[in-house]
């Protein structure tokens, strides 16, 4: 079975500042790992993903993560925050060993960033 | 160019009607999803179709019925609608995940479905 923990429900950070979202996965295999955002009444939209190669992966809007197979962490960071950065963060993971019907993609539970003005 | 809508975005019904979300993705994509976010933004999948074969069928009450006429549309009725059944229904579209687990899932702007 495979799970995603975001260990902080709501991350505040200044405007300018560098933000980092935390997400640690528990897979069997190999985890291929997500992240998607999402505004206040609107859908997700991904962000970024890791499939394999380079442990840095950068994504959209300036966001970047970094994949740490001996922490099974997938923190998401940027270095200087935006207001419009404002929004849910989702961290999500399959397993690559996983096939047909038990390759779904399970979501953490969600981190709330706010950036302050 | 909406890559993957969903009608109605709102929906407010009562207790006891039937009601369908209807879904369409114009991205050329196998793979078709439901997902469920509850009150506390947890999301779940609940179906999935691959070139309208079932895939995934998450334990989801039989009430929820899926129906895929097409690759291109995943259609979500619901009958019977109880109160527990409000929540936000997303659905998304990907290339064929039983490939590749890392194709990268595009989801619809939402459904908040309400049930009074």
């Known amino acids: 079975a495979q799970s995603v923990a975001q260990p902080e429900d709501q991350v505040n950070v200044a405007e300018g500042n560098p933000l980092t979202v935390k997400c640690t996965y528990s897979?069997?295999?190999?985890?291929?790992l997500f992240w998607y955002v999402q505004y206040p009444n609107r859908g997700l939209q991904f962000l970024l993903k890791?499939?394999?190669?380079?442990?840095l992966v950068k994504g959209s809007y300036g966001f970047e993560a970094e994949f740490n197979k001996s922490q099974t962490s997938f923190h998401l960071k940027k270095p200087s925050a935006l207001v419009s950065d404002s929004a849910l963060y989702f961290c999500?993971?399959?397993?690559?060993?996983?096939?047909?019907?038990?390759?779904?993609?399970?979501f953490g539970s969600g981190t709330q960033l706010t950036v302050l003005p | 160019d909406t890559a993957v809508s969903q009608t109605p975005k709102y929906l407010v019904t009562q207790m006891g009607n039937d009601k369908s979300i209807k879904c369409e993705q114009n991205?050329?994509?196998?793979?078709m999803y439901w997902y469920k976010q509850d009150s506390k933004k947890f999301l779940k999948i609940m179906f999935s179709?691959?070139?309208?074969?079932?895939?995934i069928n998450e334990t989801v009450p039989n009430r929820f019925s899926p129906k895929s006429p097409d690759k291109a549309h995943l259609n979500l009725h619901i009958n019977s609608l109880e109160l527990g059944d409000s929540a936000v229904y997303f659905c998304?579209?990907?290339?064929?995940?039983?490939?590749?687990?890392?194709?990268?899932?595009?989801f619809g702007e939402g459904s908040w479905l309400t049930v009074v």
């Open positions: 998304a579209s990907s290339y064929r995940d039983t490939d590749f687990g890392g194709n990268t899932i595009y």
């Open positions: 897979v069997s295999g190999n985890p291929y």
């Open positions: 890791y499939i394999t190669g380079d442990n």
């Open positions: 999500a993971v399959r397993d690559m060993t996983d096939s047909g019907s038990a390759r779904q993609l399970t």
């Open positions: 991205l050329g994509h196998d793979t």
């Open positions: 179709y691959n070139n309208k074969e079932l895939i």
